[in-house]
């Protein structure tokens, strides 16, 4: 593909259900991350999965999120009955070097 | 654990003024630093790596490591850098090799 591609691109859910959301990373790009973009809050980093390592999942801020990614590729991110604060922008992104590459980030509203 | 501060939130200028987005990180090592870069309704990207000491749309950032700076610096700002910038740390060594972000500035380039 063309780059880091993330499903859906808007969310809207009601307190307490649980959400998935999907990142297809750059083809042959081996390590993946996760970040929350909040409003004045810049980016907080989530997840960090590189090869077949252990994930770093050093940034989840609660029990409630979990993430996984199958084959080395397509990650998933879930969030646990979800809470208003849980809004944000959610972003994927892909590394094989250096630079790391973002996809366009899932929109998440909890109502 | 290491940090990044960027001071200021909001940046006007005019254009053809001079721009200076502030960074500042907190780390014993020897990171690697970045700027990123968002434009309305664009993904985040690369702007330019310290290590690469490149000049990229007139950007320039040198890493100041007696003051752990990395300010990122245009000598006559256009309309069209008007964005959201991030400046970001990376690890050079280590388990957590995710990049750390400050809280961003937005910058305005005033006509």
């Known amino acids: 593909g063309a780059g880091v591609s993330q499903s859906p691109s808007n969310k809207v859910t009601e307190k307490g259900k649980d959400v998935e959301l999907r990142c297809d990373p750059i083809?042959?790009?081996?390590?993946l991350y996760w970040y929350r973009q909040s409003l004045g809050q810049g980016l907080e980093f989530l997840i960090y999965?590189?090869?077949?390592?252990?994930?770093?999942k050093s940034g989840l801020p609660s029990d409630r999120f979990s993430a996984e990614r199958t084959g080395g590729s397509v990650s998933t991110l879930t969030i646990q009955r979800t809470q208003q604060e849980d809004s944000a922008v959610y972003l994927c992104?892909?590394?094989?070097?250096?630079?790391?590459?973002f996809g366009p980030g899932t929109r998440l509203t909890v109502l | 654990a290491q940090r990044v501060t960027q001071p200021e939130k909001l940046l006007s200028v005019f254009k053809g003024a001079p721009v200076e987005l502030k960074c500042n990180y907190s780390y014993s090592g020897s990171p690697e630093l970045f700027w990123y870069v968002q434009y309305s309704r664009q993904r985040l990207q690369l702007l330019l790596r310290h290590i690469s000491r490149e000049s990229i749309k007139g950007f320039t950032a040198d890493l100041n490591k007696g003051e752990t700076s990395f300010h990122l610096k245009k000598p006559f700002a256009q309309e069209e850098d008007s964005a959201m910038y991030y400046c970001?740390?990376?690890?050079?060594?280590?388990?957590?090799?995710?990049?750390?972000f400050g809280s961003g500035t937005q910058l305005t380039v005033l006509p």
């Open positions: 992104a892909s590394s094989f070097g250096p630079s790391v590459f």
């Open positions: 083809s042959g790009h081996t390590a």
């Open positions: 999965f590189q090869g077949n390592s252990a994930p770093d």
């Open positions: 970001a740390l990376k690890l050079s060594a280590g388990s957590a090799r995710q990049l750390t």
